[in-house]
């Protein structure tokens, strides 16, 4: 069974009533299981490696599910963590405070341009603008990633973004100067699969 819903744990509570596997689809703002290790195996396929690496993420970290899933996953390899958000949007401290019981760094910065330059993985979430107080705050351009912003780059970082929609997190898509990882539905497909056939027994 596969079950999406709105309320954040409500997956993991129904599975102790199941006794066949239940995957995670995706629970409100709380967690996105198959969307990490979708993101991972992307990592992997982009850099070589997941190891030894630093991954930012940036945008609404309180309530962007895909990055808490991912945080969690990324504890089982050599890694470092930098989060970028505004103070009222940062990362939940139940997930920070699991990734440090894991012995991995984290750093938090509020504005994206520090965080730039030790940077492997630069991952984009959604900002929505009912998360701010006022307008302004959202009209910021702290978060936004513009070319301006990449120059700073290491060789070999990545940038990836979950929607193109999305436009508000990039300022240009076609001035980016540095490799975007936006279409995954290929990579989605292999990784969900491959979920499957080992729940099934079929790996």
Not at 53 to 75: E, F, N, P, Q, Y
Not at 176 to 201: E, K, N, W
């Amino acid at each position: 069974m596969v079950m999406r819903h709105p309320t954040p744990g409500i997956v993991s509570r129904s599975a102790r009533y199941l006794h066949k596997p239940l995957i995670n689809g995706g629970d409100g703002v709380g967690e996105h299981p198959t969307q990490a290790l979708l993101d991972v195996f992307t990592i992997r396929e982009e850099i070589g490696t997941v190891n030894g690496i630093t991954v930012t993420m940036v945008g609404d970290l309180k309530h962007g599910r895909t990055v808490h899933s991912l945080a969690r996953l990324l504890t089982l390899y050599n890694v470092k963590l930098q989060y970028v958000s505004p103070p009222e949007l940062k990362m939940p401290t139940e997930v920070t405070d699991y990734v440090k019981s894991k012995k991995i760094s984290q750093t938090y910065f509020e504005d994206l341009l520090e965080a730039m330059p030790h940077t492997d993985v630069l991952y984009v979430t959604r900002i929505q603008k009912e998360r701010f107080p006022s307008p302004e705050d959202y009209e910021k351009d702290s978060y936004l990633i513009t070319p301006e912003t990449l120059i700073k780059a290491k060789q070999g970082m990545i940038v990836m973004h979950r929607c193109r929609e999305s436009m508000r997190s990039v300022s240009s898509w076609t001035q980016i100067p540095v490799p975007l990882t936006l279409d995954r539905r290929r990579m989605a497909f292999y990784v969900r699969m491959a979920l499957l056939a080992m729940l099934l027994g079929k790996c």
